[in-house]
């Protein structure tokens, strides 16, 4: 049995009495129905198709189509009415029933459009069906008002639950806080009691004047930098000296006491003015610790040269071919005997390698020391003596 939806539909015309219809599908759409209405008196009937449902609306209608089509769902078939719309009947017996569809916005009724019932005295009014269809469709409305509802008290109940939940955090919450609060309190007092005695036991205790300006005297020995020991002027006069005289005459006169013995006076002469400028700068010369200071300081320097004075010595070891005469002895060296060729040679040798220990400055004395002579020259020895003195 195809279901079929009873409607009433208020008498705009005439106050308190209404129009009574049956709405029955007739089609696949939603839409394509068969509407038999009364008055109470004479028949009327309409049939509606889907497709053609848009000229039902009027003209100066503002909805759209598909609103259009939910208004008309909700007016005849019984779906979810839309809000503001009103719908009202005028019987004009014998002819026909026309019911218009407005929307009330502010208080002004607004005309959507209208349906026409004419008049079919022809057609059957089943009154006891229709009776049946508004019972089973009142049937339908309590089932699902039921469900409604017990869904909706569910829904209280477990709104009600979590407003209970809320309020017990909400309560534990405050709890929590008043007892951190508390023992905070608590905490912040018993420290501010210890900072109390403390400061009494400060303010009464006796400290000794003696000790606190020693621990202030060592304190500012700690932080002050301990003074550094400055060394004294470096002899560069002097090693300057020694290195042009060495410089101008090292490899001129080894190739001379080999080769050509006749050229060994210029030689003799740097040297002599060499002792001069030795004689001149032993009176302006520092004490000995300072000499010390600075040998260290200049320890690679006087590494090279004391290396150079024992290939210097070994030379003046072997024998040459001529003799060259000494050079006046300077007056501030002549201290002691001369000493042979060879055990000065040994003694140079033993003084250079130990002076690297030792605080022990060797000048060198290459042209003097390559002229084999029987006697030797005494600034050389009394040199050497006065660097094992050292």
Request: aromatic fraction near 2%.
């Amino acid at each position: 049995m195809v279901n079929s939806y009873i409607i009433r539909v208020a008498r705009t015309d005439e106050d308190g009495s209404f129009v009574l219809g049956e709405v029955t599908p007739s089609g696949s759409k939603p839409l394509n129905v068969k509407f038999v209405a009364t008055e109470g008196e004479e028949p009327y009937v309409v049939k509606l198709r889907h497709d053609k449902i848009g000229e039902l609306r009027a003209s100066s209608s503002a909805c759209t189509a598909e609103e259009w089509e939910s208004i008309l769902k909700a007016l005849l078939l019984g779906a979810e009415p839309v809000e503001g719309i009103e719908a009202g009947a005028e019987a004009n017996v014998g002819k026909s029933i026309t019911i218009t569809i407005r929307r009330k916005v502010a208080g002004i009724n607004q005309r959507l459009g209208s349906l026409t019932l004419n008049h079919k005295a022809d057609e059957a009014i089943q009154l006891f069906d229709w009776c049946g269809a508004a019972a089973l469709q009142r049937e339908k409305f309590q089932e699902t008002a039921t469900k409604a509802k017990s869904q909706t008290s569910s829904l209280e109940a477990s709104i009600a639950e979590l407003r209970s939940q809320l309020d017990e955090l909400t309560t534990s919450k405050r709890t929590t806080e008043t007892e951190m609060l508390e023992k905070f309190c608590i905490l912040l007092n018993e420290k501010k009691v210890k900072i109390r005695e403390q400061q009494r036991l400060l303010s009464t205790a006796q400290v000794d004047p003696s000790k606190l300006d020693a621990a202030r005297a060592s304190q500012a020995a700690r932080s002050t930098p301990a003074t550094e020991r400055k060394p004294a002027p470096s002899r560069r006069a002097k090693r300057k000296a020694s290195e042009d005289a060495s410089g101008g005459s090292s490899s001129s006169d080894s190739d001379d006491g080999f080769d050509k013995p006749a050229a060994s006076k210029p030689s003799l002469k740097a040297a002599s003015d060499k002792m001069d400028i030795d004689q001149t700068e032993s009176e302006n010369e520092p004490p000995r610790g300072a000499r010390s200071a600075n040998a260290s300081k200049d320890s690679p320097e006087s590494e090279d040269r004391e290396t150079t004075d024992e290939d210097g010595t070994e030379t003046a070891s072997e024998p040459d071919e001529e003799p060259a005469p000494p050079p006046p002895p300077p007056k501030a060296r002549q201290q002691k005997k001369p000493e042979p060729a060879k055990g000065r040679a040994v003694a140079a040798a033993g003084a250079s390698k130990g002076g690297k220990g030792k605080d022990v400055v060797i000048h060198p004395r290459r042209p003097v020391r390559r002229a084999k002579a029987a006697t030797p020259p005494p600034a050389e020895a009394s040199e050497t003596e006065s660097d094992d003195e050292l």
